[in-house]
């Protein structure tokens, strides 16, 4: 390795000797978002993330008219994943994907149930200082759904946060985010590389 990099040109050395510094302090930064004029362009490649979870809060169980009536899965950032096991805490430049699915068939051979149907929409949440320094928290939501459900938008402009913050202020366990309804975060939260959601360490299920 020392032969092979000693003959390589000053100014490739040069560049390769940087890189490595950075990485080494932590200083380069791997964003999973691009926000340019205020518009966030639809992330790429999120069901590579880390999933936490599903919550559905059907119309069935509430009155015919639920706020959100379809099923939420829920992805978060890889790096972000990793320092939330690491510190317990989002990280600045968090990023969470919620893909919309309505509810399908209510019947399966297992049981009657709420079974996931079609994408009809996809929505994101980023904690970002540079981006959002007056919002609370820093947090900002994004909606790419359209109205025809079976389409997204390629940008989206942030949410007014106040439409949002009303509901997450008062009961989001974590900075913001409704951690208590997913078991992937609550079982990591400042647990390290072996984190088990709580569960025996022969049922770890980490990522």
Same mark, same amino acid.
């Given at each position: ?100 699915? &309505? ?6 051979? &297992?049981?009657?149930?709420? $079974? ?23 947090? *900002? ?16 402009? *942030? ?9 997450? *202020? ?7 985010? $409704? ?29």
């Amino acid at each position: 390795m020392i032969k092979t990099f000693s003959k390589l040109p000053a100014c490739y050395a040069l560049l390769i000797g940087l890189a490595s510094a950075l990485l080494a302090t932590g200083t380069y930064a791997e964003e999973y978002f691009d926000i340019n004029n205020g518009e966030l362009e639809r992330p790429g490649g999120y069901r590579e993330w880390i999933y936490v979870g599903t919550p559905v809060t059907p119309n069935d169980l509430n009155n015919g008219k639920a706020a959100f009536p379809e099923h939420h899965n829920v992805y978060i950032d890889p790096k972000s994943w990793a320092h939330w096991k690491k510190a317990g805490e989002f990280r600045d430049g968090t990023i969470l994907i919620k893909e919309l699915v &309505s509810v399908g068939s209510k019947a399966a051979v &297992s049981g009657n149930g709420y $079974f996931q149907g079609d994408f009809i929409g996809l929505e994101a949440t980023i904690k970002s200082k540079k981006h959002f320094p007056d919002e609370p928290g820093n947090w *900002a939501y994004y909606s790419f759904s359209n109205p025809d459900l079976k389409t997204l938008k390629e940008k989206a402009a *942030a949410f007014p946060a106040a439409s949002c913050n009303g509901c997450h *202020a008062g009961a989001a366990a974590d900075d913001w985010v $409704f951690t208590q309804y997913y078991p992937v975060l609550r079982g990591g939260k400042g647990k390290g590389e072996k984190a088990t959601g709580g569960m025996n360490s022969d049922l770890s299920m980490d990522n």
